[in-house]
């Protein structure tokens, strides 16, 4: 038998994305913030979070109508960075 409870280490990883407050602060009815950050990084490593992820997403998409993968992108130029900061070289056109 488990000694903690899983469902519990959720809501208390919740709380903290929710509160934005440090691991050390989760309140004391949630089971202590090392095994929450010990599930936490074990969940991280081994996938589980970009399972439920991609399973969340796909389930969101299909309910509004539309396709369970994309089939589309949109790439900005605040999203992709072409150089250093502060170099214009990388985004000026070449006069011919």
Known sequence: MRETNEHEVVNAILYLLKAGCDWRMLPHDFPKWQTVFDYFTKW??????????D???DKVR???GKRKKA??????SQ????????????MMLVKK
């Open 71 to 76: 089939t589309a992108g949109i790439i900005d």
């Open 62 to 64: 299909l309910k509004v």
């Open 44 to 53: 991280k490593k081994d996938g589980t979070w970009k399972k439920i992820h």
């Open 55 to 57: 399973c969340l997403k």
């Open 79 to 90: 999203s992709v960075k072409t150089g250093k900061k502060g170099e214009f070289v990388a």
